[in-house]
T-cell receptor, first 114, second 112 residues
Framework: DGGITQSPKYLFRKEGQNVTLSCEQNLNHDAMYWYRQDPGQGLRLIYYSQIVNDFQKGDIAEGYSVSREKKESFPLTVTSAQKNPTAFYLC?????????????FGPGTRLTVT | GQQLNQSPQSMFIQEGEDVSMNCTSSSIFNTWLWYKQDPGEGPVLLIALYKAGELTSNGRLTAQFGITRKDSFLNISASIPSDVGIYFCAGRYYNAGNMLTFGGGTRLMVKP
């Protein structure tokens, strides 16, 4: 089955620790995205990548880092510099290009930092 | 960045009722998308709209791309309990590449 997987579903970390969230897709999409969702809120873009080995900051990139070494994978690291990391994190992918607008989402990872 | 105002923020539904929600933008959008999110899950794409005036259905769901290109509407007919969830609109601003701007969501709940 084609789709996007995120792991783990739930993640718990102590304050001050970096943590990496996994996102893998087998849809053969060039573009991948990371969003953050807080309770009762919409989605805010953290980082996006249009092609392997290239990525750009979104609206709330501070305290996060990403890599795009493979087309299928776009891991997100939440660093200790992120002041309020507890949130629901969503990964998405799409075909690239201006005519490609439909983003498909993974099931999300809920990160709790205490 | 671009702003999308989605309303209502929440609403209660009774089984069998029709439901309407909408999104408005301060700028012209080239694409409107509607997603549904169940609790603890990722959003699922329901309908995509690409042309002003376009009216598209997906089962009991119907969405329209507003003529002004600054708004979109989603209607759910004869609602059922599994319609409960959060509905998000998303739009692509004309020079935003394939970046989407999301509305704040409409939460549908069942009337007690």
């Amino acid at each position: 089955d084609g789709g996007i997987t995120q792991s783990p579903k739930y993640l718990f970390r102590k304050e001050g620790q970096n943590v990496t969230l996994s996102c893998e897709q087998n849809l053969n999409h060039d573009a991948m995205y990371w969003y953050r969702q807080d309770p009762g809120q919409g989605l805010r873009l953290i980082y996006y990548s249009q092609i392997v080995n290239d990525f750009q900051k979104g609206d709330i990139a501070e305290g996060y880092s990403v890599s795009r070494e493979k087309k299928e994978s776009f891991p997100l690291t939440v660093t200790s510099a992120q002041k309020n990391p507890t949130a629901f994190y969503l990964c998405a992918s799409s075909i690239a290009g201006t005519g490609a607008n439909e983003q498909y989402f993974g099931p999300g990872t809920r990160l709790t930092v205490t | 960045g671009q702003q999308l105002n989605q309303s209502p923020q929440s609403m209660f539904i009774q089984e069998g009722e029709d439901v309407s929600m909408n999104c408005t933008s301060s700028s012209i959008f080239n694409t409107w998308l509607w997603y549904k999110q169940d609790p603890g899950e990722g959003p699922v794409l329901l309908i995509a709209l690409y042309k002003a005036g376009e009216l598209t259905s997906n089962g009991r769901l119907t969405a329209q791309f507003g003529i002004t290109r600054k708004d979109s509407f989603l209607n759910i007919s004869a609602s059922i309990p599994s319609d409960v969830g959060i509905y998000f609109c998303a739009g692509r601003y004309y020079n935003a590449g394939n970046m989407l701007t999301f509305g704040g969501g409409t939460r549908l709940m069942v009337k007690p």
